[in-house]
């Protein structure tokens, strides 16, 4: 096994020095597997290391599926080493043809193990897993080259898949000091950043929201999803409320009641009957004065070239003014592509959140759909940041939701709404923000006028309040 490692390391798939990763962390070694390919006697030796790891561990299974792409050709010597079956996963869905996402041919409810090369946050492996269940697969099992051992394991076990590895990066580190082909400063550099970059261990539904501390003291791809993240906890907030109101007057003054207090407003521009082009000026001005973003939940749903039109142009030219929007995923990725085309001729950075869950009642979304908007929105990361959900969607925490249809007592309003406690959705179904209209400003005791927000829902969404519940 040493041979491999000895291998690896001399054909540079394992380098230590500092590495910029893509999510802007520095990293003090550089796992690339890509090169095996270019060596057919260490592709041999890859695959024999994982056929040893599948029959150690006893792992049970029918077929074989390699994460795309760098685990593909991994999976294929394994296949035919091992005289295994083996199907293939789609990166991209194909728009012609069957548009099967898994290649190959199986039967339903065959056991399929996943092959994987490195995992870091464990979300390849579910999205892989993600398009194997949605063909009718089973999986409950993965083998990876390399585990760098920063907590996908665990988030993967709350997703009920048990990760087995060849290597661990503790292992490996010690093997090349073993070999003289790394030295001591270097082995302690490497276990210094796994300790201080472990991944939560995401129980994905139970588990309190990343937002204030690990994932917010890093940088991400998106200045929106940084700059909400900051004033998240700036300000100890998890609130975005919606002001459904329907003059610029009421808007602002609510604007103005709340700024303190939230990290959003939410607002839908076409219920203000006296909408002026002063009015998103007069916004920008009183979120920037409180710190909080606006966002114009739009629910676009039409084809590219449409939402590029009502994005950017009309009475609203929300593109011109808005931190946040949102869309359904209904048609298809071109929503997406519509909006960020619209995105960049404005030449401003809008978030883009994708509806996956709703809150009404009797609403046509069902498990298999949110799955194609988790999919979605995972594609179109770093644009799209998050979603608005009843629970959280993404294990590793990248993506963020807000819930809408929160109040303190959980009933309904007589048109479907129905409401949820801040507790249940924050501590049993993992949401990331609260979105709050009428329970703030038509609340019994309205927070209008009052030298304290207590009472009132206003003072529950903080993160110190969250904190209370784990
Ligand atoms: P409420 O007054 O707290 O019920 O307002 C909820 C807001 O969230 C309102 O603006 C809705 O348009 C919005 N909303 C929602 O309630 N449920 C959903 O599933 C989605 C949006 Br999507």
Same mark, same amino acid.
């Given at each position: 096994?040493?041979?491999?490692?000895?291998?690896?390391?001399?054909?540079?798939?394992?380098?230590?020095?500092?590495?910029?990763?893509?999510? /802007?962390?520095? $990293?003090?070694?550089?796992?690339?597997?890509?090169?095996?390919?270019?060596?057919?006697?260490?592709?041999?030796?890859?695959? !024999?290391?994982?056929?040893?790891?599948? #029959?150690?561990?006893?792992?049970?299974?029918?077929?074989?599926? /390699?994460?795309?792409?760098?685990? +593909?050709?991994?999976?294929?010597?394994?296949?035919?080493?091992?005289?295994?079956?083996?199907?293939?996963?789609?990166?991209?869905?194909?728009?012609?043809?069957?548009?099967?996402?898994?290649?190959?041919?199986?039967?339903?409810?065959?056991?399929?193990? &996943?092959?994987?090369?490195?995992?870091? $946050?464990?979300?390849? &492996?579910?999205?892989?897993?993600?398009?194997?269940?949605?063909?009718?697969?089973?999986?409950?099992?993965?083998?990876?080259?390399?585990?760098?051992?920063?907590?996908?394991?665990?988030?993967?076990?709350?997703?009920?898949?048990?990760?087995?590895?060849?290597?661990?990066?503790?292992?490996?580190?010690? !093997?090349?000091?073993?070999?003289?082909?790394?030295?001591?400063?270097?082995?302690?550099?490497?276990?210094?950043? +796994?300790?201080?970059?472990?991944?939560?261990?995401?129980?994905?539904?139970?588990?309190?929201?990343?937002?204030?501390?690990?994932? /917010?003291?890093?940088? $991400?791809?998106?200045?929106?999803?940084?700059?909400?993240?900051? &004033?998240?906890?700036?300000?100890?907030?998890?609130?975005?409320?919606?002001?459904?109101?329907?003059?610029?007057?009421?808007?602002?003054?609510?604007?103005?009641?709340?700024?303190?207090?939230?990290?959003?407003?939410?607002? @839908?521009?076409?219920?203000?009957?006296?909408? !002026?082009?002063?009015?998103?000026?007069?916004?920008?001005?009183?979120?920037?004065?409180?710190?909080?973003?606006?966002?114009?939940?739009?629910?676009?749903?039409?084809?590219?070239?449409?939402?590029?039109?009502?994005?950017?142009?009309?009475? @609203?030219?929300?593109?011109? %003014? !808005? @931190?946040?929007?949102?869309?359904?995923?209904?048609?298809?990725?071109?929503?997406?592509?519509?909006?960020?085309?619209?995105?960049?001729?404005?030449?401003? *950075?809008?978030?883009?959140?994708?509806?996956?869950?709703? $809150?009404?009642?009797?609403?046509?979304?069902?498990?298999?759909?949110?799955?194609?908007?988790? #999919?979605?929105?995972?594609?179109?990361?770093?644009?799209?940041?998050?979603?608005?959900?009843?629970?959280? *969607?993404?294990?590793?925490?990248?993506?963020?939701?807000?819930?809408?249809?929160?109040?303190?007592?959980?009933?309904?309003?007589?048109?479907?709404?129905?409401?949820?406690?801040?507790? @249940?959705?924050?501590?049993?179904?993992?949401?990331?923000?609260?979105?709050? /209209?009428?329970?703030?400003?038509?609340?019994?005791?309205? %927070?209008?006028?009052?030298?304290?927000?207590?009472?009132?829902? +206003?003072?529950?969404?903080?993160?110190?309040?969250?904190?209370?519940?784990?």
């Amino acid at each position: 096994m040493d041979n491999l490692v000895k291998d690896l390391f001399e054909v540079g798939a394992l380098k230590f020095g500092t590495f910029k990763l893509k999510s /802007g962390i520095e $990293s003090p070694f550089y796992v690339d597997l890509r090169v095996a390919v270019s060596h057919p006697r260490i592709l041999k030796q890859i695959a !024999a290391a994982f056929l040893k790891g599948i #029959r150690e561990h006893q792992v049970e299974f029918d077929l074989i599926c /390699g994460v795309p792409y760098t685990a +593909l050709p991994f999976a294929t010597a394994i296949a035919l080493e091992g005289n295994i079956p083996m199907v293939m996963c789609r990166k991209e869905q194909k728009d012609h043809g069957t548009r099967r996402t898994v290649e190959g041919q199986y039967a339903p409810g065959s056991r399929c193990l &996943i092959i994987e090369d490195v995992v870091t $946050s464990g979300s390849s &492996i579910l999205e892989v897993a993600e398009s194997l269940v949605s063909q009718g697969l089973k999986v409950t099992s993965a083998i990876v080259l390399l585990d760098r051992e920063q907590g996908g394991r665990d988030v993967l076990r709350a997703m009920d898949i048990e990760l087995f590895s060849v290597y661990g990066i503790t292992g490996m580190i010690e !093997a090349l000091q073993n070999m003289h082909l790394i030295d001591s400063l270097k082995a302690e550099t490497v276990y210094a950043f +796994l300790q201080k970059s472990q991944i939560i261990p995401a129980d994905a539904k139970r588990q309190p929201s990343r937002i204030p501390q690990e994932l /917010g003291s890093e940088s $991400s791809m998106s200045p929106i999803r940084d700059q909400l993240y900051a &004033i998240s906890r700036r300000k100890k907030s998890i609130l975005c409320v919606a002001a459904d109101v329907e003059s610029a007057e009421e808007l602002m003054s609510i604007a103005e009641d709340v700024g303190p207090h939230i990290c959003v407003l939410k607002l @839908h521009a076409d219920i203000i009957r006296d909408w !002026a082009t002063e009015t998103p000026k007069r916004l920008q001005e009183i979120a920037a004065r409180h710190d909080f973003l606006l966002f114009e939940d739009r629910k676009f749903a039409d084809i590219g070239s449409t939402v590029v039109a009502q994005f950017g142009s009309g009475t @609203h030219r929300i593109a011109s %003014w !808005a @931190h946040i929007t949102n869309a359904h995923a209904l048609p298809g990725p071109g929503v997406i592509d519509g909006l960020r085309q619209a995105c960049e001729s404005s030449g401003r *950075m809008v978030g883009l959140l994708l509806v996956a869950q709703m $809150s009404s009642k009797g609403n046509l979304i069902d498990g298999r759909y949110t799955e194609s908007c988790l #999919r979605m929105a995972r594609d179109a990361f770093p644009f799209c940041i998050g979603f608005i959900a009843q629970e959280r *969607m993404d294990p590793t925490g990248k993506l963020f939701v807000m819930a809408p249809g929160v109040q303190l007592e959980a009933k309904g309003d007589g048109l479907g709404q129905q409401y949820n406690t801040p507790e @249940h959705l924050l501590k049993e179904k993992g949401v990331d923000f609260l979105i709050v /209209g009428r329970g703030i400003y038509a609340a019994p005791e309205p %927070w209008q006028g009052r030298t304290k927000v207590q009472g009132t829902i +206003l003072e529950y969404p903080s993160i110190e309040y969250r904190e209370t519940l784990f």
